[in-house]
């Protein structure tokens, strides 16, 4: 082998084979442990909620004014009769109707912005709530009244 040969292919070695490492190491993590998070029922239909109203007002040019109108929407995600109602309590969602879902900010309540649906009632202490964006959350009973909702929006309870 030549000495030009010998050179190279040692810098194959020292370069290539520790990057092959490196990355089999991140496609594969690193940890022994993977962070997910995994949503409840609730929260995945909530989210569910939350895109075909988007989606709808993409569409219509306005947020949807009830589930009827919504109801097309929400195929994409499956059966909307389903979507529209919580496993954990059992009653329909409580949907924040004809709004549009780009306005609107963070919130001091844990930057979530403002409450697009909620669980009438929910249960075991917590409500399963979804924000303007999509962004689900399961809140304890006691910090529901400090979330803000959209369209000014008051919650019965």
């Known amino acids: 082998m030549s000495h030009e040969s010998a050179d190279s292919a040692r810098v194959t070695r020292q370069w290539v084979i520790p990057g092959m490492v490196l990355l089999f190491m991140v496609l594969n993590g690193c940890a022994s442990e993977t962070d997910v998070v995994s949503f409840s029922g609730a929260e995945q ?7 075909a109203y988007g989606d ?4 219509l040019g306005r947020g949807p004014k009830d589930a009827e109108e919504l109801k097309p ?3 994409t995600f499956g059966d909307p009769d389903d979507l529209l109602m919580s496993p954990n309590d059992s009653q329909p969602y409580v949907v924040v109707w004809g ?8 919130t001091s309540y844990k930057q979530m912005f403002p409450i697009l ?17 999509g962004r689900p959350m399961m809140v304890p009973s006691e910090d529901f009244l400090k979330l ?3 369209g000014r929006h008051k919650p019965a309870s």
């Open 73 to 75: 929407f929400l195929k």
């Open 56 to 59: 709808a007002h993409s569409k």
């Open 117 to 133: 649906a909620y669980e009438a009632t929910g249960s075991r202490g917590k409500r399963a709530v979804t924000d303007v964006r």
């Open 45 to 51: 239909e909530l989210t569910s909620i939350a895109m």
């Open 99 to 106: 709004l549009d879902p780009s306005r609107g900010g963070p």
């Open 148 to 150: 803000t909702f959209a």
